[in-house]
């Protein structure tokens, strides 16, 4: 097995792969498991020849669909070392080099947000965990500062571009959620101002999207910020796609102003900081209002929260206990290859954006939807129906150059091209623009 993963890591990332049918997989692993065991080998020849082709390789440098994943050699590698080890980093007492290693990056991007020294928080699987559990510390918050008792329901202003899983999380949380639709596909304060004066009734928190999911544009922060503060509610940005450019390029620092506020911040390491899956990065301006919240009490527990112990507890600071230490692949992997080329592969990633996007002007069939303002490209082809998109889509796919899925913008199907690994070349983009003459 360690044979293959050599293999595997010598060799790069794996073919694009498509998706393999339900019947045929199920006929496939028929008695794979048994009450009899096998071979490992054999079953590893499975996983290769039968499971591992039907993989879409989300860090194939041609995979453009969604937010893909690039993660580095180091973190990788590293990866593999923590999953090697018993390790379970949930509390200072039972892993305190593990936390104070994930704390020194946590430490690190909260001072590249703005966020003061005494900010802090954990990291979670995704940005789905990161932001329900920012949200569950913005209601109790509220509640305490409106007079309410738990079975008071409080509301949270979003934007209609926020991604899914926030709408679902402030459901989850029991709070009624104030979708503001934004004209420009941007939130900004006058949105803002005219949800709290007419619709919301007990305020708690109002969400800001730092990259929206389907275009990739940033929420005014600044001036969301402004009127969150003025309004007392709770001021949290979620950043977990754009949060790479934020934190790691200077140059695009102006359109994330307004982010050195937030009360709570999300950034997914695992899309833009090219960590291994699963890995997002919860940060609190003031952590004691999450372990005010989140603090789990029993019996059993009581010896991790003894003052000769109590340093920091990545359990107090979000929904979950057991936890693997998934911030320790990305401490790896800043450690060998310093903060500079990570600034230097965004930058790359945006770059490319900015040149796909005059490659697409240039070209007579297609047009730009809107100028990227991070590394998400919308792309109209002329004289295209929904259907033709995703023929083409799923046409690319079979022939493995690449996967580009369609979304809809305005009520229109486009071409989405999303670009975060610095790999992905504008000779490979030019190929697949050609594929839609």
């Given at each position: 097995m360690l044979s293959t993963v050599r293999r595997r890591m010598a060799?790069?990332?794996?073919?694009?792969?498509?998706?393999?049918?339900?019947?045929?997989?199920?006929?496939?692993?028929?008695?794979?498991?048994?009450?009899?065991?096998?071979?490992p080998r054999d079953v590893l020849r499975i996983y290769e020849e039968v499971l591992e082709p039907t993989f879409v390789a989300m860090d194939n440098p041609t995979f453009l669909a969604f937010f893909q994943g690039a993660p580095s050699q180091a973190a990788t590698l590293f990866d593999m070392l923590v999953s090697s080890v018993a390790l379970r980093g949930v509390t200072w007492l039972g892993a305190s080099g593990a936390v104070a290693a994930e704390n020194?990056?946590?430490?690190?991007?909260?001072a590249r947000a703005g966020l003061p020294d005494t900010a802090g928080g954990c990291f979670l699987s995704g940005g789905s965990a990161a932001n329900l559990s920012a949200l569950v510390v913005a209601r109790d918050t509220a509640r305490r500062r409106l007079g309410l008792d738990d079975s008071r329901q409080v509301d949270i202003i979003v934007s209609d571009q926020a991604h899914p899983s926030v709408l679902h999380a402030i459901r989850i949380i029991g709070a009624r959620p104030i979708v503001v639709t934004t004209p420009s596909c941007r939130l900004t304060a006058a949105g803002l101002e005219t949800a709290l004066r007419e619709r919301v009734v007990a305020p708690a928190a109002v969400i800001a999207t730092a990259g929206t999911p389907n275009a990739g544009l940033v929420d005014d922060l600044a001036a969301i910020a402004d009127v969150a503060s003025r309004s007392g509610i709770w001021f949290h940005v979620d950043a977990a796609y754009g949060g790479g450019a934020a934190l790691f390029d200077p140059d695009s620092r102006a359109v994330f102003a307004g982010i050195e506020r937030a009360d709570s911040l999300v950034v997914?390491?695992?899309?833009?900081?090219?960590?291994?899956?699963?890995?997002?990065?919860?940060?609190?301006?003031?952590?004691?209002?999450?372990?005010a919240v989140h603090t789990q009490r029993a019996a059993y527990f009581d010896v991790i929260h003894d003052a000769e112990h109590l340093e920091w507890n990545p359990s107090d600071f979000a929904y979950?206990?057991?936890?693997?230490?998934?911030?320790?692949?990305?401490?790896?992997?800043?450690?060998?290859?310093?903060?500079?080329?990570?600034?230097?592969a965004v930058r790359t990633s945006l770059r490319t954006a900015r040149e796909l996007a005059a490659l697409v002007e240039s070209t007579p069939y297609l047009e730009s939807v809107l100028p990227p303002e991070l590394s998400v490209v919308l792309v109209r082809r002329k004289g295209w129906s929904p259907?033709?998109?995703?023929?083409?889509?799923?046409?690319?796919?079979?022939?493995?150059?690449?996967?580009?899925?369609?979304?809809?913008?305005?009520?229109?199907?486009?071409?989405?091209?999303?670009?975060?690994n610095p790999r992905t070349s504008v000779d490979m983009l030019e190929k697949i623009v050609a594929s839609m003459a």
């Open positions: 060799n790069g990332p794996l073919p694009l792969g498509s998706p393999g049918g339900q019947a045929e997989l199920k006929k496939a692993l028929d008695g794979v498991i048994g009450p009899v065991g096998r071979d020194q990056v946590l430490d690190l991007l909260a997914d390491p695992h899309k833009w900081l090219f960590s291994p899956y699963d890995c997002s990065a919860l940060i609190y301006r003031r952590p004691q209002s999450a372990r979950h206990s057991t936890r693997r230490p998934r911030g320790l692949p990305l401490w790896f992997a800043l450690a060998v290859y310093g903060t500079a080329a990570f600034e230097d259907r033709d998109y995703q023929l083409w889509s799923a046409g690319l796919l079979e022939r493995q150059e690449g996967f580009v899925a369609p979304t809809i913008w305005a009520g229109e199907t486009v071409a989405r091209f999303a670009i975060l």
